[in-house]
């Protein structure tokens, strides 16, 4: 399937339950925001993309910026990913040194340690990929209140997701959430007031 088909097949895929999964998103992160963003984030057992285990206890002690996606994704990931690789070049190199940009698939099935490895290399040079098993990814899915369903059983098949960029506390908790196509600059410059 060309590209183009992909991104057609994309516009037509089933979006109802997703608009469902939006709301109760954006209710929860709104709780989350304000209560200390305990209800987003937690526990979770990956790989990142130089095959190596890792749990959210490595991430502890820097901000996050997550992003969960999909490396056959058409234009929705790769253009939230180029988003926040350029907000990440225009925050304060002081308080980006202390940021780990994480990209986490939702496409275990076809996203392996090496196919993430090679596409992260795409975006901004700290990106770390994480894929696991089909039940990791679901436990980490949940943990971040994410939505992703296949939108068919060709061997083609698109993803629809959510897509949000989320800011997480060096404790592992949520800071704030970013929309699908954020400009750069702002999403830059809402991190740098929250970053600190």
């Avoid at 998103?25 to 989350?32: D, G, R, Y």
């Amino acid at each position: 399937m060309t590209l183009n088909a992909r991104a057609r097949h994309y516009s037509t895929a089933r979006f109802s339950g997703a608009i469902l999964v939006l709301t109760v998103f954006l209710s929860c992160s709104a709780i989350a925001e304000k209560s200390g963003g305990e209800l987003i984030g937690g526990a979770f057992n990956l790989l990142n993309h130089h095959n190596e285990p890792v749990t959210e206890k490595d991430f502890l002690g820097k901000f996050m910026l997550v992003y969960f996606g999909y490396t056959y994704c058409p234009d929705v990931c790769p253009t939230d990913l180029q988003i926040m690789s350029e907000a990440l070049r225009m925050v304060d190199p002081a308080i980006a040194r202390d940021i780990t940009p994480v990209f986490v698939s939702i496409d275990p099935e076809r996203d392996t340690v090496a196919l993430m490895a090679q596409y992260i290399r795409h975006f901004h040079k700290n990106l770390i990929g994480l894929t696991g098993t089909v039940d990791q990814v679901r436990a980490i899915k949940s943990k971040y209140r994410v939505y992703s369903a296949k939108s068919d059983n060709t061997a083609n098949y698109l993803v629809d997701h959510t897509a949000y960029t989320y800011l997480m506390n060096k404790d592992g908790t949520l800071l704030k959430h970013f929309n699908h196509a954020l400009p750069p600059e702002k999403m830059a410059k809402q991190i740098m007031a929250l970053a600190r």
